[in-house]
């Protein structure tokens, strides 16, 4: 009975507070107005922290990957440019390295803020060997300067990431060598090497390398004179002359070539023979030479008789006309 009786206060109350309910609303209208606002804030605040957290970070990491993607598509722009076109285009490599720069300076995780200032001394070292002109020394120290320092930076922030450190000692090794100090970067590339925590990573086989190599580079390379241009004769851009008269009996077997006629006025000689050339019967012999039959021409004074010049020839269809008669005296 005592259950059943507390369950029946209880369900009084609750329907007395729904009836007074909009009483109560209207009496007390103004903090309800208060509380639904700072709920709102509170809500909007959470979905804000919620939308910059994933979404915006999510861009960051994008727009941050394809800044560390960039420079080495920019390494083979600039040789393309300067292949085909002859273009120094060198500043590319610049330009990438001060927008590291700027990543790294707002990269609020220590890991991203190392791989960008790793970057950033590579296109500075890139920027050196890149340029198509001289470079003074004044400008290697500065861009070598400019490199060891972000490569120093790099073992402030990345103290717990072995490979990233490694990559920045290796580095440093590379500056020293640009600079000249080849004791410095042997010592350097000694230390990486010697150093148990860092047998696993990648710096240390190209360490092991460069100790191997560096003595090749620390000659200094001199390229042979490039040989004179050859003088070509005088009489070089002359047409060649003609040695002599071409043998009939030689044909050329070069299709569509015939002969061409010129007209000649022969002295009159008892019992001359002449040879004449039958275009038509050139396929029907070997090698293609003409047939050539004797005719008998009679004495005829002033006659005027058709030769054939071998020396000039005209490109002329095969089935040209044949030979024009020769002038002979009727029998």
Same mark, same amino acid.
């Given at each position: 009975m005592k259950s059943d009786h507390r369950h029946e206060l209880k369900t009084n109350e609750l329907a007395e507070w729904i009836a007074n309910l909009p009483q109560w609303a209207r009496e007390n209208y103004r903090m309800i107005i208060y509380v639904s606002v700072v709920a709102v804030l509170v809500i909007g605040s959470a979905l804000?922290?919620?939308? +910059? $957290?994933?979404?915006?970070?999510v861009q960051r990491q994008l727009d941050f990957t394809n800044l560390i993607s960039r420079l080495p598509q920019n390494k083979r722009q600039v040789l393309i440019m300067a292949q085909a076109r002859g273009v120094d285009a060198s500043y590319m490599l610049i330009e990438t390295a001060v927008a590291l720069r700027t990543?790294?300076?707002g990269a609020k995780d220590d890991q991203m803020a190392a791989l960008a200032l790793i970057k950033r001394a590579e296109a500075l070292r890139a920027g050196l060997h890149y340029r198509q002109e001289a470079v003074s020394q004044v400008e290697v120290r500065t861009a070598i300067n400019q490199a060891?320092?972000?490569y120093s930076k790099v073992l402030e922030r990345a103290t717990l990431n072995r490979s990233l450190t490694a990559t920045a000692r290796f580095g440093l090794g590379l500056c020293e060598e640009e600079l000249g100090n080849f004791d410095g970067a042997r010592q350097i590339y000694k230390d990486l090497v010697e150093n148990p925590d860092f047998e696993v990573t990648t710096a240390v086989a190209q360490a092991k390398q460069r100790l191997e190599t560096m003595s090749d580079y620390q000659q200094k390379v001199v390229f042979k004179a490039s040989p004179r241009p050859r003088r070509l004769p005088a009489?070089? &851009? $002359?047409?060649?002359?003609? &040695?002599g008269p071409v043998d009939v009996n030689l044909w050329p077997a070069a299709p569509n070539r015939a002969p061409r006629i010129l007209d000649y006025n022969v002295k009159p000689e008892p019992n001359f023979v002449f040879r004449v050339l039958d275009v038509n019967q050139r396929i029907q012999t070997p +090698?293609?030479?003409p047939v050539v039959p004797d005719i008998n021409v009679g004495l005829e004074p002033n006659s005027v008789f058709e030769a054939v010049d071998i020396n000039q020839w005209l490109e002329t269809p095969i089935d040209v006309p044949g030979v024009p008669d020769? +002038?002979?005296p009727s029998k």
């Amino acid at each position: 009975m005592k259950s059943d009786h507390r369950h029946e206060l209880k369900t009084n109350e609750l329907a007395e507070w729904i009836a007074n309910l909009p009483q109560w609303a209207r009496e007390n209208y103004r903090m309800i107005i208060y509380v639904s606002v700072v709920a709102v804030l509170v809500i909007g605040s959470a979905l804000w922290y919620w939308y +910059n $957290k994933n979404v915006e970070s999510v861009q960051r990491q994008l727009d941050f990957t394809n800044l560390i993607s960039r420079l080495p598509q920019n390494k083979r722009q600039v040789l393309i440019m300067a292949q085909a076109r002859g273009v120094d285009a060198s500043y590319m490599l610049i330009e990438t390295a001060v927008a590291l720069r700027t990543a790294a300076e707002g990269a609020k995780d220590d890991q991203m803020a190392a791989l960008a200032l790793i970057k950033r001394a590579e296109a500075l070292r890139a920027g050196l060997h890149y340029r198509q002109e001289a470079v003074s020394q004044v400008e290697v120290r500065t861009a070598i300067n400019q490199a060891k320092s972000a490569y120093s930076k790099v073992l402030e922030r990345a103290t717990l990431n072995r490979s990233l450190t490694a990559t920045a000692r290796f580095g440093l090794g590379l500056c020293e060598e640009e600079l000249g100090n080849f004791d410095g970067a042997r010592q350097i590339y000694k230390d990486l090497v010697e150093n148990p925590d860092f047998e696993v990573t990648t710096a240390v086989a190209q360490a092991k390398q460069r100790l191997e190599t560096m003595s090749d580079y620390q000659q200094k390379v001199v390229f042979k004179a490039s040989p004179r241009p050859r003088r070509l004769p005088a009489d070089f &851009l $002359k047409p060649p002359s003609q &040695l002599g008269p071409v043998d009939v009996n030689l044909w050329p077997a070069a299709p569509n070539r015939a002969p061409r006629i010129l007209d000649y006025n022969v002295k009159p000689e008892p019992n001359f023979v002449f040879r004449v050339l039958d275009v038509n019967q050139r396929i029907q012999t070997p +090698n293609r030479a003409p047939v050539v039959p004797d005719i008998n021409v009679g004495l005829e004074p002033n006659s005027v008789f058709e030769a054939v010049d071998i020396n000039q020839w005209l490109e002329t269809p095969i089935d040209v006309p044949g030979v024009p008669d020769i +002038n002979v005296p009727s029998k």
